[in-house]
């Protein structure tokens, strides 16, 4: 009989760029009875947590709460938006860029995908340059939105989104801006309104904490005003009902009571230790990661040090080291789970995640796992990571969050 | 600060039909720690749920199982299926056929409904003879699909699915069989492959015993070749990767890890008791109800006993009394939940739910809250439907499932 | 392989006087991980469980709580109070009256033991007349102690303590008065300081709603006073160094931290539903319960009706039915468990909890199984306990406690 | 309100010697509904434990399990085998050897403690030669019982008690062996019967990795029939009872029950890696942290290295460095607890540990959190101890235990 709950003599690292580490709270709140989700206890907890999602992207604007995971979330951006055949320009930055473009196509419309040659794109961010070129040119409009990740969970990028939103405006084109901040909601700094984004879309089980199986767009006036002349057809992501129930605390169908019950647990102790207070955290614990990487001599993923994401490191092996098989050896020897290359970096590098639910001793932690797993998969490193992450958050100086 | 873990002395009674009570045992199996679900381990996980699920459904075809709640499920048997304008015969069995169709027509369908009149046709359930006239009729076959609902949630009505099966043999129809469970499986019989079934759909929080936030589509080979020239846009719904990757144990998108872990245990359980004694025990439970309701002189919204559900009772209230208060003077007075009349039913029933993790113990508390809140709501009734319900339980002989 | 986790469909029925059902909420409290009870957390919990449970006792002084059961509390409230030989006057109320002076035995202490004769003496509580009597002819004060106790588990009868107060006070005897409410705390009215208790025995497992594991000692100044000269050897359950060190919030030896989890949990159900709310429910479902009896044609083992428990009703069974088969028959048909008849009463009765985390619909549960139980077991009754307590909850308009 | 659920980002780190990390089944098997200890479930539970708990102790004959913590276990071994005034010969091998002396005292017993002197005693084992050397000289027999720690926790050294075993054999002499292996068992290799140890004393917070509140007594046939004759008073920690009764898997009195559901848990974990894969794990991890030490310029507490503890390791700070203040740093820095300085040892050193559920990971964050400490309090080390630590663990080729 299959044990799901067998586990080894002590802990599993998780440490993937997502699902990341869900803390035994949010466990034990989602193992709270399910009730009716038409009774008059639902409403509170509908309201609750409506508003304090709007807290975590910082938008004054409804949030879409969807019971499904993640990559729902990316089709419900654009069916509620967009029409058969419309174009979409969407940048290259990574793996699920490219599944998102994928998408786009599935579903009817035309993708126009640019960015830098190679994998020269999947080493930088957005250049929004290259958008505002390319705007400029369509002056009969026939972009109907520009679509870019924020946080490519494939690479350990970051996107500059106020860019694409000056860009635009720079332009003066009417495209809608879609974003999708799935792997960076509450790990890296983001803000729906500020930066002008008219959808934004995420997921539960990276900065939230949470398992997958909800997911989110965060909407614009401009966003909710297109959904009404959109013609692509939708009825489960339609957001019109669900923003309208929503003023009561309710949804039109069966929301996914228990992961609410987890995103309630979630919003408080995001919002209790402070978004800054978290953004903070993620940027040490990366940092922290970074000069490990340098001072094994290897290359991070991310070529642009003012894109650095704070979620997870992409690090690149050496030519003849197959990154997978390292990956391998860790998980047997150190109960340690790191993230595979994708796409084009397949076997060519590995994601060291340190987001959500992780602190100092964690991150040191998986990173002596990295560090033995090298030398045991015969890597010559160029010194030890360990050692230099040491220095460096003793030189921090930050008690932990109580 | 929003309490959700409070909760008064003793149990509450959630006695609507789905959310049905979440046995403690899948609560804790949710709450095992989210793992990589593209790691070693999560393969085991996943070819079990999807080896079981199959035999729930009787089927030897694929299930899809959706990391979304049950109404992404009716969606996506539409769009794996159907294309643009496709016409699509649908009956009128109650409230959720109702929003089924409606679906149909957000997607650009072009439903046609047919039904018996008035509350009629809520009360009995799919007249098969009607659709068998209706498809013979359509010697061009126009209509690419027969949608019906197996166990219709808003009256307590179940549908003949093989009768539905044997009128489109016997007109020679080739559109395919698309068929709701979603509150009847794993309570009523039900056999996708025997009766002919080409999708059927259903939910995570009925008889399976779980939180909502899955859903299934039982597929047949008919569907699926029909999935190959439907044109419906789809991505998240698609069946073809998903397919394709489950052999595997792996799903293209990120699945509902903690809710599949749910699934697992929910499986042990249904299988460990037997279908047959889980069915054997709904409709023991729903006969005490029925003599419970009719001892009290009320009408049983199901106005044909052989199509009576097991999963549970609409009962209708005398005029003048407004069902909707009566729930309400219930749940004020024992913490029980029963369900609201819908549509065309409004404020005329309530509802008893006596499906999934229930007992004998558990019914008769239900039915005692049910007489008490009624005389304390002023009705007069003509008996004791509590007398006569355990008159009928001690007749039965029937250990519990040990 | 053993399956602790394994349930049958539906929820057992734990109708016994303690273990009483536990919450969800407080075995999800006892779940949270172990901290370490030297460190700076532990003392906040342990301050706050301290003062908590001295306003269930209602005492100003101090409550010492054991890592141990509640038989171990019994013997923590003799060794600490008294000296070889010492006389101790016990009164017989019933089974567990009768292991209390056995253990005053194997202690080395002379129990005298009185009360009335036969099973007359199991049906009524203390009467405190016999006890002034003795303690009047005890010119030289050999007796050293009186110990009652207050809410018999074994039969359903209460004692009053304060008439015992006054018997001694009257008797102008200067003895120690140490009574058990183990199964009564937080579910019957107890006042250690205003009865003038001088050590108050309990335990977790009855009114507490946590599982077996923690007890108590409420203490006087007087039997502190009493501590410093009793030369019965101890050291686990000495009172000193555990008083002294929970000033601080702490314990001289490990204690049971997560079972403190659940006593904290515990005490923020209790004084939020208000300890007079508390003790309200228990009288009116033990009020619906005697009714229920009464209208079967059965005996009420409490033969005094000023000594009703609120924690259980002892039924007694006719000639000729063993209560043991009827409790194995009620087991197996309907997955409740009942009380067994102990000692004198072996076989002779059963024993209905309604105590702890029960409500209206719980305890109707409880007696339809009774009702049906007895109906199987062939037992002719006089009517339906079931209805004639129906109608007494509907004539009580009680709101449930939210 | 104290929001005992409440933890900062990331997991703490609970290094200490015990309580040890529980682990999240144990945890969850905990919240298993309490259920009736006199009903037929019960039985096999504690079938189930009470044979499980004696392949631990590696014993024939019965251990008794205390509903109590480790300090009851202690009390229970002298109660069971002793008389008021016996002498009994206790060797002082750190702060809890002289606990238990305190304690023998304090039940009037006449204790006589020898050692090594100054803190040497508490650097090294039993001398097993001042044992025998002191019982040859009691021709008499006044000495009823030889009582030695075989783990002890305030100092990481264990003793041989094989060795005691011979020496007591040597000098001819039939006084009971009494062991205390609270905080060995499970982690460091231990065997009842083969070395003839007459009472063995445990606990379940350490290498069993449940929370404290349960204790066992492991028994020999001349401890049984010690206990017929043995004249201190006693009920609650009475073994002949407890024997009896657990023939048929019940208890006299109500037993620890969901801590015994964890005690199943933990059993099933243990023996399903099995014992000798236990230990050599606590051996690697111990021997991992002692190179640590010694990279530091550190001396290890325990001066011997042929009875290091596998437990736990102890460290000693330099002249000038208050060790309770570094581990106040290392908690408010890096969420980690490690054990403090015990009586002769305060401020003097620091213990860590390395027990129960720990792995290769866990155990070098553990070391990074020492390391970077130690750094910000200002310590010379004399190279890295966290370097070191890894060059050993990449060497031993193990795989982690699946």
Redesign the interface.
């Known amino acids: ?2 044990r ?11 440490q ?1 760029p997502g ?1 990341s ?5 949010i ?14 206890e639902f409403a ?2 509908g309201l ?1 947590v409506i508003d304090g999602i709007k807290q975590i992207f910082k938008t004054q604007h409804p949030v879409v709460i ?7 979330a ?2 419900a951006a654009l ?1 509620n938006t967009l029409s ?1 055949g419309d174009t979409v320009l969407m940048y290259e930055t990574g793996h699920f860029a490219t599944l998102w473009k994928k ?1 786009a196509e ?3 419309l035309n993708p126009e995908f640019i960015g830098l040659p190679g994998i020269e794109g999947w080493r930088r961010g957005v250049q929004a340059d290259q958008i505002e070129a390319r705007l400029r040119q369509d002056s009969g409009h026939t972009i109907k939105a520009v679509c870019v990740v924020h946080n490519e969970t494939s690479t350990g990028v970051t996107s500059d989104i106020a860019s694409v939103r000056k860009a635009m405006d720079a332009a003066g084109h009417p495209a809608l801006l879609l974003v999708d901040t799935i792997s960076g909601l509450a790990s890296a700094d983001y803000r729906h309104d500020e930066w002008g984004v008219d959808v934004t879309v995420s ?1 539960s ?1 990276k900065g939230l904490m949470l ?4 997911s989110f767009n965060a909407l614009s006036p401009k966003a909710l005003e297109a959904s009404k002349t959109a013609r ?5 992501w ?1 957001w019109d009902e669900i923003v309208e129930m929503n003023k009561t605390g309710y949804w039109p ?7 609410l ?1 987890g995103l ?1 647990e979630a919003l ?2 995001i919002l ?2 402070g978004l800054d207070n ?1 953004f903070i ?1 993620h940027n040490r614990l990366a940092e922290a990661c970074r000069i490990a990487v340098r001072a094994w001599g290897l290359e991070i993923q991310c070529a642009d040090p003012a894109v650095y994401s704070p979620v997870l490191t992409g690090v690149m092996t050496p030519e003849g080291i197959d990154a997978d098989q390292l990956r391998k050896t860790i ?7 790191l993230g ?1 290359g994708l796409g084009k970096m397949k076997g060519r590098m590995y994601r060291i995640g340190h987001l959500g ?6 991150l ?3 990173l ?2 990295c ?2 797993g090298m ?2 998969a015969g890597m010559k490193l160029a010194g ?1 990571g ?2 230099a992450a ?1 220095d460096y ?2 030189s921090q ?6």
């Not at 466990?27 to 008059?40: C, E, K, N």
């Not at 692509?232 to 489960?236: E, H, I, T």
Request: net charge negative; aromatic share 10%; with cysteine.
């Open positions: 009989m299959l799901l709950d067998y586990h080894p003599a002590g802990r599993h690292f998780l993937i699902p580490p869900v803390p035994d709270c466990l034990r709140a989602m193992s709270y009875p399910t009730i009716d989700h038409r009774g008059p509170e907890l609750k969807y019971p499904a995971s993640g990559t729902g990316w089709e069916v058969p998408m599935n579903l009817g997921g089980q398992p997958p199986g909800i692509l057809p939708r009825a489960f339609g169908y069966t929301p996914s009571t228990n992961l019950y309630s408080d102790m209790g230790e978290v955290r998980y047997e020897r150190f109960d340690m789970s595979t639910d992780c602190n100092d001793l964690t040191m932690a998986t002596t796992g560090e033995m030398q045991i030890s360990v050692s040491m958050l003793v100086r930050v008690p932990f969050n109580r």
